[in-house]
Structure formats: structure tokens, C-alpha cells
């Protein structure tokens, strides 16, 4: 079959590999419809995630359908249509059955190796990496998928492909990130990142009573589709004084949710930004916390912090005095996937809101690679790139 | 009184050695011109014999080392989410044992309270003569079941072998831990979570390969990647 394998930094193909076979009793094989590449998968292609193996498929936002399922497997059946959740889960330790799916106790068959980094491995996930398990991804023309009688989400045929993939990752990812704000009606949100997550964590705030919401970002196309599309208030961080302006267009208050859709790669020009990207450089840091640390800074008192954007190291310089001074809530993590994928098809299904709008490029799964590049370097205005084998 | 901290083979050593350097260094001193480098092998010597005859060494106490002890311990738990009459169920039915304890083996079984303990010892000619036992606790707020494992056994070179089969790698406690974990995966998720034989875009043939050649394609990727118990060593991330 046909796969986007990585080799290195900034070095990512399309090979012809093996195709994947049952491995467990509750196991499935999906034959890929769509897939996509998320913001994240960047990470791996600028090379800031270790234990990478050359030839590792990526991808971790795919739907399909079941071609295959193993011994254990009966809620499941060939022919299935089903979008799969990024974070692998058992559905039956303690924290499945709580909801932090993403904390899954059982899914990561290199636990060891995380608990050295961590403390606690969380669970696995698919193309990201060996520390979170060494998962072939779904950017290839089938999936493995551990677990599948929890992960497999049906999908009804008056939703089409385009519009049910992002239930994998993103929309549940901007859903929660929305959510982690603990919002109120009324409330103003600041989102830093108008990537597909921030945009979909502007919509998502608006489904959860905020009444306004302010994108920050420095791409234009990515400013305007939060305003066409998301209905947001926009500032250009490229412009600076971001912080002020924030306490201006909320009268002097600060928003009371902020949310970090940005990450570990943030841009920034000011002195500690570029202090972040000198030590990254020397390995003194492996994080840049440059909306990190506006974001604490802008928040109003006693407000919440969100913090979908991935962190995988260490960062330096994180302003704890004013995030305890503000008495400021925060919350972060991977998706809990699993929990969202029913109440947000729902929402689909009722037309309430549909996920397609983010895409702006489609490929071949065979220019995967051109893809990952037109991504990368926000090519055309891009913001969103689908796969189809 | 001082505690012993050297075992009987080295004591033996000890007493061997020292009266052997008494020796030289008494003929030594009285030697002219060699009293005082003498004197020092006798002093040496008399430390020895010392040590031996008291089975205790200022040194190791000073660096911390006791070789005098009755073995290694162990203990590792890990909580399941479970009742402890499942794990326990799970634990006794012997056919389950190789699937995640791979070093109890030859054992029996000299003490058992159903759904609370179950203590063994190694049998004649196991490979490592230890004994051991698994205790069975609630866990709080409906988290399950506490697992606790004890281990007592002999390395075979003793506490000095333990100290160096450490250093390359091989930790009893990590051993165990891994144990515990396939338990857990077993009796929870009722698999152990691998990676194993999927596809991947390399030949893997066990070493680290490099980039694969423009315009080469792979046919077959490996049936074992690596072991899923095992990670893999870093990769080192390229230069920025």
C-alpha cells in the first residue's frame, strides 16, 4: 500500500509498504477514505519530536471502512463507515471509564518510555512518534486500529467524508480547548492561533455562550477565515502589543478565557521570543512559550486558561508570579477524543455547524508530500490540507 | 557495635590477603632501609586481616556498598481497575502466568488467603532462587485494586552482581514493573497494547537505518520493529 513515511527532518515521502494485519483480538482494519494533516504533524516534520524511526507512517486524522476486525470485535462489521479518534484508548481502565480517554492506561506498549519523560505515560496515539507508542499513522491507504470496538465512531450517510474526518482531532480539540474555559454567557474570549483548531475553538466558544470572541494570529488568510467564517474580532500579533490591546477592546478588564492554539513553535520578534528561539537553537529549551506567556499576561483576573497547543519538553521563563497573582485557572492536554464524537456528530447531523469549512486544499495521497510543504509554509492561504488515497 | 557489611567469601579473602601483606611488610621493616614502606604494608595488612575477622570495611561503609546482605528485594505495585476477586482469579489460572510473568516460573506455592495473597518460593534448580508474593488491596474511591509484589531472591554473584547487572541495564525492579503493566493491560483491556509487525517504510534488519535512497522503494518492511516492552534507543532529533 501506499504511505506518507518520515525520513528525517523536513524530509517526508509517499513508499509503497506493506499493508497492515490484525495484531490483537480487538483490532480493526480500516481502508482510508479521507485523511489529513494536522498542525501538529509539523512538529514531527521540523524534527522537534524525538524517537522518531525513518520510514514511521504519520497521520492521526483519517476515516475509512472497516475491511477487517478481530475475535473480540462484535459492534463493528465489514463495510462499516467510521471516522477513528487520534488517542488510542482501552475504553476500560480508570480513566477511560472517567473520560480522559486521552490518559488511557493501556494503549501505550512503550509506557516505560514515557514514564521516563513524564512521570505517567498517557496513551498512545496514532503517527506521533515511539515515546506515545509507535503507531502506524493514517496517512496511507489502510489503518491498524488498536481497540476499535471504543474508537470507531459510525458515520451516518447524510454526513459526507469532508465533513466528519475532523471529528478524529481537531473539532474536538477546539471543542474541549472551548470547554476547558469554563464559559459563561457573556463571557470575551482571546484565541491565539487561527490554524484549523483555533478556528474551530472559536466556533466552538460561540456554541458555548460566549458572546465575543477575539482571533489572534499573524497569517491574513487565516485572520479573515476567522472573521468569515468564525465571526470573530481579529488582531494581527504581527503588529505587536497584543497584551494592550486585549485590555483595550475589553474595557480595560482582559478577556476571561484565553486560549494557547498555537504550541511549542510560536512566532515572535520581541526579546524573549527571540531568547526562546536562541535556546531552543543550543538545546537549552526544547519549547518556545512565546503565547504562553502573553496569553497568562493578557488574561483578566481570576480568568481561565485553555491549552490545546502541544508542549512536549521544557520551557523557560513562564511568568508563574502573574498567573498566581491573577489567580488564573489552567487547563490543558490532549483531547479526550471520545467523549465529543457523539454530542458534536450530533451537531453536524442537526447542521448546527459544518467542520468542512476549514478546508482550503485537497491532494492525492500520493502528493502527500507537496502537501506537508504547501502546509508548512502557508502556501496559497493555506490552512487546512485533506488526503484522499 | 558495628554491623557487618562485608559477606563470607570476601572476609575469607580478607584474612587470606592481610596476613599475607603482614607478612611481606614485617620482613620489609625489618630490612634496613625499607622500615617505614614496611611499616605501611604491615599497617595494610593488619586493616585486612581486621576487616575479614570482623566481617566490617571503614571504606565501604564510607561509600556506601554492603555486601553482606541476604539478597535483593524488590517491591513494585501498580493499581488495577478491577475487583480483587477478577485479578485473582486472573493471577491463579496458571495459564495466564507466562503471558505476562515470565520469571515465575518453577515455583510452588507455600501460602494463599483467596483474593488477599499468594506467596511462592523457587523450586530446586530453578534458574534464581527467590521467593516472592503478590498481596491484594482495595484501592480507594473505586479506583479497584492495589497489586503489591515482592520479590527476595539471590543474584547469582551476589549483591556486588545485582550493583553491576544495574549498570547494564537489567534493573529486577523494572523487570517487575514491566510484569505488572502486561498484568494490568491483560485484566483491564484484555490484550497488551503492541506495535508489532505493523508496516513501517524501512527494512528493518534490527540496525538504525538512515534515509532510504531517492527513488527506492521499500517492499517489505520487517515483521518485528522493535519489542514492545523495550523502547527504542533516542533518535537523535537532526539539527535545527
Known amino acids: 500500500m501506499r504511505a506518507l513515511c518520515w525520513y528525517g527532518k ?32 509539523l512538529h514531527l516534520l ?13 497521520g492521526h486524522e483519517f476515516m475509512g471502512e472497516v475491511l477487517e476486525v478481530g475475535t473480540e470485535v462484535t459492534n463493528l462489521k465489514k463495510g462499516d463507515r467510521v471516522v477513528v479518534p487520534f488517542t488510542i484508548a482501552c475504553g476500560r481502565c480508570w480513566f477511560c471509564q472517567n473520560g480522559l480517554t486521552s490518559l488511557c492506561d493501556n494503549s501505550n506498549p512503550n509506557s516505560q518510555a514515557a514514564e521516563k519523560l513524564y512521570g505517567y505515560s498517557a496513551s498512545g496515539l496514532f503517527g506521533y512518534s515511539h515515546i ?5 499513522g493514517g496517512q496511507a491507504q489502510y489503518v491498524r486500529v488498536p481497540f476499535s470496538d471504543t474508537a470507531c465512531q459510525k458515520v451516518p450517510e447524510s454526513v459526507n467524508d469532508e465533513q466528519a474526518l475532523f471529528l478524529s482531532d481537531i473539532f474536538p480539540t477546539g471543542y474541549m480547548a472551548a470547554e476547558n474555559c469554563n464559559i459563561h454567557p457573556g463571557d470575551t474570549m482571546a484565541i491565539w492561533g487561527c490554524g484549523p483548531v483555533g478556528q474551530f475553538a472559536i466556533k466552538s466558544a460561540f456554541l458555548l455562550g460566549a458572546e465575543r470572541v477575539i482571533a489572534i494570529d499573524e497569517v491574513p488568510e487565516r485572520l479573515e477565515m476567522a472573521r468569515k467564517q468564525g465571526k470573530a474580532e481579529t488582531l494581527d500579533s504581527g503588529e505587536g502589543e497584543v497584551v494592550e490591546k486585549l485590555k483595550e477592546m475589553t474595557g480595560g478588564r482582559g478577556p476571561d478565557g484565553c486560549i494557547d492554539a498555537v504550541g511549542m513553535e510560536a512566532h515572535g ?14 538545546r537549552l ?17 481570576g480568568g481561565n486558561l485553555s491549552v490545546p497547543g502541544v508542549y512536549g519538553g521544557v520551557i523557560d521563563k513562564f511568568p508563574i508570579g502573574a498567573a498566581f497573582s491573577k489567580g488564573l485557572t489552567l487547563r490543558m492536554g490532549q483531547t479526550n477524543v471520545h467523549r465529543y464524537m457523539k454530542p458534536l456528530l450530533d451537531r453536524i447531523e442537526k447542521g448546527e455547524i459544518d467542520p468542512s469549512f476549514v478546508i482550503t486544499d485537497r491532494y492525492g495521497l500520493d502528493c502527500a508530500a507537496e502537501a506537508y510543504k504547501t502546509f508548512d509554509k502557508h502556501e496559497r492561504g493555506c490552512i487546512k490540507c485533506v488526503l484522499r488515497p | 557495635m558495628e554491623l557487618e557489611n562485608v559477606n563470607q567469601m570476601e572476609r575469607i579473602a580478607s584474612v587470606i590477603a592481610g596476613t599475607a601483606l603482614s607478612f611481606f611488610g614485617l620482613r620489609q621493616a625489618l630490612a634496613k632501609h625499607q622500615a617505614a614502606a614496611g611499616a605501611g604494608l604491615t599497617l595494610a595488612g593488619a586493616a585486612l586481616i581486621r576487616r575479614g575477622v570482623t566481617g566490617y570495611c571503614d571504606l565501604y561503609r564510607a561509600c556506601g556498598v554492603n555486601t553482606a546482605g541476604e539478597g535483593i528485594r524488590v517491591d513494585r505495585s501498580i493499581t488495577i481497575h478491577a475487583s480483587r476477586e477478577a485479578v485473582y482469579g486472573f493471577w491463579r489460572n496458571l495459564e495466564n502466568l507466562p503471558r505476562f510473568m515470565k520469571h515465575v516460573q518453577c515455583v510452588e506455592v507455600i501460602n494463599e488467603v483467596p483474593n488477599e495473597l499468594i506467596a511462592w518460593r523457587s523450586l530446586p534448580g530453578a534458574p534464581v532462587k527467590h521467593t516472592g508474593s503478590v498481596r491484594l488491596e482495595h484501592a480507594t474511591a473505586g479506583r479497584g485494586t492495589t497489586v503489591t509484589v515482592e520479590l ?18 537489567k534493573r529486577p525492579e523494572r523487570e517487575i514493573e514491566l510484569e505488572l503493566r502486561r498484568l494490568k493491560n491483560m485484566v483491564e483491556a484484555g490484550e497488551i497494547p503492541t506495535n508489532q509487525g505493523q508496516p513501517a517504510g524501512r527494512v528493518d534488519d534490527g540496525s538504525q537505518q538512515g534515509k532510504a535512497k531517492q527513488g527506492e522503494r521499500v517492499q517489505h518492511a ?5 519489542p ?13
Not at chain 1, 269 to 282: F, G, H, N, P, R
Not at chain 1, 286 to 291: A, W, Y
Open chain 1, 10 to 41: 523536513n524530509d517526508v515521502r509517499v513508499e509503497t509498504v506493506p499493508e497492515p494485519k490484525i495484531l490483537n483480538p480487538r483490532d480493526a482494519i480500516i481502508k482510508t477514505t479521507l485523511s489529513a494533516i494536522c498542525g501538529s504533524d
Open chain 1, 46 to 58: 521540523h524534527g522537534y519530536i524525538p524517537m522518531m524511526k525513518p520510514g514511521d507512517i504519520l
Open chain 1, 132 to 136: 506515545f507508542g509507535g503507531y502506524a
Open chain 1, 269 to 282: 520578534t520581541s526579546v524573549e521570543a527571540l531568547y526562546d528561539y536562541a535556546k531552543q537553537a543550543v
Open chain 1, 285 to 301: 529549551e526544547t519549547d518556545r512559550p512565546h503565547v504562553l506567556r502573553q496569553a497568562i499576561q493578557a488574561c483578566r483576573k
Open chain 2, 152 to 169: 527476595q531472591y539471590d543474584q547469582p554473584a551476589g549483591p556486588v552482581g545485582a550493583w553491576i547487572a544495574k549498570l547494564w541495564g
Open chain 2, 222 to 226: 520487517s515483521e518485528a520493529s522493535f
Open chain 2, 228 to 240: 514492545a516492552s523495550d523502547p527504542p534507543s533516542y533518535t537523535h532529533v537532526n539539527e535545527l
